[in-house]
């Protein structure tokens, strides 16, 4: 882990590549973001939005708890371990769940597109997970190059969120015929396995420090 806290733009690279990991893990925000983009080819920009409303102030929860926290090596390595168990159960999840049918989520969502992605973000324990694990490991390193670096990688990760939803609604809208089962499977398979790697690696780093 040295060397991603060492250099600012390894940091960022892992965060974003994490960052993608998880946004892309098939999950409420992501069915909604599905649903909204049959209707509307923005609707990932305005659910991301709604994301956005519950991720920055959970942020900035984590952020200021951070200090009496993550003090302790044996609870950041607790989290890391956690954080990289959960990693690899979301990806081979991923894997596990890469040919759900996209169009079952069609008529899911009465909500409008902003609210949408409030409530399936409020209601999806994995976010909360994911943040109190993986997303606090990645706050505490930022931490370490200062507070802009922080903000910035605030901005940074719910950039991601934006790209990810803004993509998927609009490539269902302009390209349904093209989102097929196959692609589908391919671009989840591909993501999970990623995230099983990244997985082992947060397992490793803070298993190692035990030995």
């Known amino acids: 882990m040295d060397v991603i806290t060492d250099n600012i733009w390894v940091f960022f690279g892992f965060a974003i590549l994490i960052s993608f990991s998880g946004v892309m893990t098939p999950g409420p925000v992501f069915a909604a973001t599905v649903a909204k983009g049959y209707e509307d080819e923005k609707a990932g920009i305005k659910i991301a939005l709604g994301h956005g409303l519950v991720e920055f102030p959970l942020m900035a929860v984590i952020i200021l708890s951070l200090g009496f926290v993550f003090t302790n090596d044996l609870v950041m390595t607790g989290i890391g371990l956690v954080g990289g168990v959960l990693l690899v159960f979301l990806g081979t999840s991923m894997i596990r769940s890469r040919k759900m049918e996209l ?6 969502f009465p909500y409008k597109p902003i609210a949408a992605g409030a409530i399936t973000t409020s209601a ?4 909360f997970l994911w943040w109190a694990t993986v997303g606090a490991v990645l706050i505490a390193t930022a931490q370490e190059f200062g507070v802009v670096i922080v903000v910035i990688f605030a901005v940074v990760h719910w950039s991601c969120d934006l790209a990810w939803y803004a993509f998927t609604a609009f490539a269902v809208f302009r390209t349904k015929h093209l989102w097929t089962p196959l692609v589908h499977e391919a671009v989840f398979g591909v993501c999970g ?3 099983v790697a990244f997985g082992v690696y947060f397992i490793l780093g803070p298993a190692s420090e035990l030995l």
Do not use: D, G, H, R
């Not at 999806?124 to 976010?127: A, E, G, L, T, V």
């Open 124 to 127: 999806n324990p994995y976010f």
């Open 103 to 108: 169009t079952q989520s069609a008529q899911m």
């Open 193 to 195: 396995v990623l995230m």
